[in-house]
Structure formats: structure tokens, C-alpha cells
């Protein structure tokens, strides 16, 4: 990877948030795909938390998010319809030899090559394991709410790759501190009810897996207390030392910060 990618790798310093949920077949698994790809910027947006980048601020809510896609394969994709055609596209891929492998299809969202299981790899690290909860119960209620509306013949939101790149550049940009793209409107709205949406959306789902009030619990206080990228920019602000900064984050899954 070195040899083939450069300066990428050498910066490559970053790490992401993977969650999956179990599928039962290829189908299934591209039928979430193509169905809850409107909701990741969203998702993205609840978890940033990496404002800094090289000692300095870089304005954005996420800029891992914009360092991780500046790879080839990576970010938001089409809709594929079928396991066959998800395959085909992957083949295709690996047939320009410009990727290694499958390993590096790094989709914002992918069938895993391990696991039976749909595999959302769009959120940045959260320094609270509460946010990773919620985070985890929100991705498990939209693989189930997509492949439910599969199961009945719903057909998956129209929307073209250059507005989800759009919506996820809006969401790494501001994370929470303004407003995000609605994935039905396609029109910014405050992060806040956007999020709530959300919820709406895969209310169901988290009332069956006995997640709602967690979870309204869990949003409510991240909503209140801000992205990790506000935490980070706070304790910067206070104390004009990235030290401190890293310094909380070591202390927050302990229980002190």
C-alpha cells in the first residue's frame, strides 16, 4: 500500500468506528445497503470528533472523514440492486487494479468479507462509550427498518452519489453546530431534527429491539452536551493547549471527563 498510494499512507493516521449488523443473505445485505445510505451522513455527524489535524484546527466538525476519502474507493456509492450487481461492481473495481484487494473496498457502508453482515464504517471514534451505544443501536435500527421495507417491496429513496458526497461533506464540516442535509428533503435542517428524525424513521425497529428510550436518552444528551469535535474546540478555547485536549480524551472512558 505504500509502494502503490504514496503520501496517502504515509498520513493515513486515522481511525474509524466500525459497526455491523448481521444479515441473512447477499440480497438482504445489498437491499440495507441501497436503502439506508441517505441516513450515514447523519450518522457521521453524531460521531465527529476530529477537529485537529496536524496541531492545528481545521474547521471541520470531521476532517478524518476527509483524510480517509481521499481513497480511491472510499465514500458514499450507488445503488447496486442486487447481490449479483454489488459483486459485479466490486469486480470491476478489483479489475482496474488500482486497489489491492477487497479489503480495500472502502465504502461509507459495505457487505462484510469476514461476517454475515452489513458493515457501517462511516462514523469517526467517540471518546464516550454511551455515544458508541447509541451510535451502534441507531445503525442496528436502520439495517432492520431497510431490510423490513425490503421484505415488503418498498423501493429505496432515489438520490444521486454527488448529493450523499454533499450531505456527508456538510455533516464532517459542522457535525452538529448547525444544520444538516434531510435525507427526504435534501434540504439542510437543524441538526437537531434531523437527528430526531431519525429516530422517527427507525422508531419501529428500536421499539422491537427495546433500544427507544435508550437511545432518546442517550441522543438527548449528546445533543445537549455537544459533538466530541465541541468538547475537543471547548477545552482548546480554555486552555490553549492540545495536550489538555488529548489529556480529556484519555480520561473520559475512566469516568473522569
Not at 505504500?2 to 445489498?30: I, Y
Not at 454527488?162 to 444544520?179: I, P, V
Amino acid at each position: 500500500m505504500a509502494e502503490r498510494f504514496c503520501g496517502f499512507a504515509d498520513e493515513q493516521l486515522t481511525c474509524g468506528c466500525h459497526v455491523h449488523v448481521e444479515v441473512d443473505s447477499g440480497d438482504e445485505g445489498v437491499a440495507v445497503l441501497d436503502r439506508i445510505r441517505v441516513w450515514l451522513p447523519i450518522l457521521l455527524a453524531l460521531s465527529s470528533n476530529s477537529p485537529f489535524w496536524q496541531g492545528h484546527d481545521t474547521g471541520y466538525a470531521s476532517f478524518r472523514s476527509l483524510v480517509w476519502g481521499r481513497w480511491p474507493s472510499a465514500g458514499p456509492t450507488e445503488t447496486f440492486g442486487s447481490y449479483a450487481e454489488y459483486e459485479a461492481a466490486v469486480s470491476a473495481m478489483l479489475g482496474t487494479k488500482t486497489i489491492l484487494d477487497r479489503d480495500m473496498i472502502y465504502f461509507d457502508c459495505r457487505l462484510s468479507r469476514k461476517h454475515s453482515t452489513v458493515e457501517v464504517r462511516v462514523c469517526d471514534v467517540s471518546a464516550r462509550t454511551e455515544d458508541v451505544v447509541l451510535l451502534a443501536a441507531l445503525t442496528r435500527g436502520l439495517v432492520e427498518t431497510a431490510a423490513r421495507e425490503w421484505r415488503t417491496g418498498r423501493t429505496p429513496p432515489h438520490c444521486r452519489v454527488d448529493q450523499l458526497r454533499l450531505a456527508s461533506w456538510r455533516a464532517a464540516r459542522y457535525g452538529l453546530t448547525t444544520e444538516l442535509v434531510h435525507p427526504d428533503t435534501r434540504c439542510p435542517g437543524p441538526a437537531a431534527a434531523v437527528a430526531a428524525d431519525l429516530v422517527e424513521h427507525v422508531r419501529p425497529a428500536l421499539l422491537a429491539a427495546g433500544d427507544l428510550e435508550l437511545v432518546e436518552q442517550l441522543l438527548a444528551t449528546l445533543l445537549a452536551r455537544g459533538s466530541g469535535a465541541e468538547v475537543q474546540r471547548q477545552i482548546h478555547r480554555q486552555t490553549g493547549d492540545l495536550t489538555a485536549v488529548v489529556a480529556h480524551a484519555m480520561a473520559v472512558p475512566n469516568g473522569r471527563g
